[in-house]
């Protein structure tokens, strides 16, 4: 059964850090492209950045560009992402999620809230 | 970035009816567009993947139409559990981009 969860969440100051993780089992992550969405509360849903399975490919939405940066750890089935210079918009629910092999997200964790609040 | 336009925001219906989704692109995406079932509390739910596949499991209640700008996901009969917001998704461009969403209640 492929399980993702997120770790990592909480709340931090304007112009500070988080990390989170993904935690993957049940497939071979190594082969899966992965993906942060993110959902502030009680809006839709926001793609924040990919990566590719090998992690050489990487890509992010334009408001997080040079704040956050996607990673992962195959030798530990985990994602990370590395968000610096927090602001209060990135208040959310961030959600890892798996690419399909048609590079659709099929797999979703349940979520971990960052809340950015001095 | 590519901007969906999902319409209407808010669809109000009763179990049984026919629900007709719309999301139109700001450039074409080809077939390069997802829709999402999402629930209060949830994840959301991959139903329909290059605009008219349905993903594993996904009841053929559901079905996506279109190509270019223009697509549509048409619940044939609505279910009590098919009451929940509805996300578009593309793609073809970095960013891959959602649309507002679709929320669809009980009447």
């Known amino acids: 059964e492929v399980q993702l969860l997120e770790s990592g969440g909480g709340l931090a100051q304007p112009g500070g850090s988080l990390r989170l993780s993904c935690a993957a089992s049940?497939?071979?992550?190594?082969?899966?492209?992965m993906s942060w969405v993110r959902q502030a509360p009680g809006k839709g849903l926001e793609w924040v950045s990919f990566i590719s399975g090998s992690g050489g490919n990487t890509y992010y939405v334009d408001s997080v560009k040079g704040r956050f940066t996607i990673s992962r750890d195959n030798s530990k089935n985990t994602l990370y992402l590395q968000m610096n210079s927090l602001r209060a918009e990135d208040t959310a629910v961030y959600f890892c999620?798996?690419?399909?092999?048609?590079?659709?997200?099929?797999?979703w964790g349940q979520g971990t809230l960052v809340t950015v609040s001095s | 970035e590519i901007v969906l336009t999902q319409s209407p925001a808010t669809l109000s219906l009763s179990p049984g009816e026919r629900a007709t989704l719309s999301c139109r692109a700001s450039q074409s995406v080809s077939s390069s567009l997802g829709w999402y079932q999402q629930k209060p509390g949830q994840a959301p739910r991959l139903l329909i993947y290059?605009?008219?596949n349905r993903a594993t499991g996904i009841p053929a209640r559901f079905s996506g139409s279109g190509s270019g700008t223009d697509f549509t996901l048409t619940i044939s009969s609505l279910e009590p559990e098919d009451f929940a917001v509805y996300y578009c998704q593309q793609r073809s461009l970095w960013p891959r981009t959602f649309g507002r969403g679709t929320k669809v209640e009980i009447k």
């Open positions: 049940g497939f071979t992550f190594s082969t899966y492209a």
């Open positions: 290059a605009a008219s």
């Open positions: 999620a798996r690419d399909s092999s048609v590079s659709y997200p099929d797999y």
